[in-house]
């Protein structure tokens, strides 16, 4: 097995070449063009995303309670039309 100490070199090794050659060019040029890409596109965070979820989940839970209030008023009119129908 190779001594932790040898492996470290190793990396480190890499590193410094990987910095000193074009390749680390690369990847700047590369995050620089990705960073453009997604400022034009309309992304939102997670937490943003997660916000606008829990938001909807409730809207959704108010509408469906008013509903059922507006089915209830619905249903208590209809009878109360039935019982007390308007003579002309």
Known sequence: MLNQKILDEISTKVND???????????????VL???????????????????????MRAREQLNKLEERVNELEKKLKTSKTRNPKKT
Do not use: C, H, I, Y
Request: charged letters at 30%; zero cysteines; a negative charge.
């Open 17 to 31: 070449l990987v910095a000193q050659s074009p390749v680390k060019d690369v990847e700047q040029n590369m995050r």
């Open 34 to 56: 990705l960073s453009g890409v997604f400022s034009k596109l309309d992304l939102v965070t997670r937490d943003e995303f997660d916000v606008q979820q829990e938001m909807l």
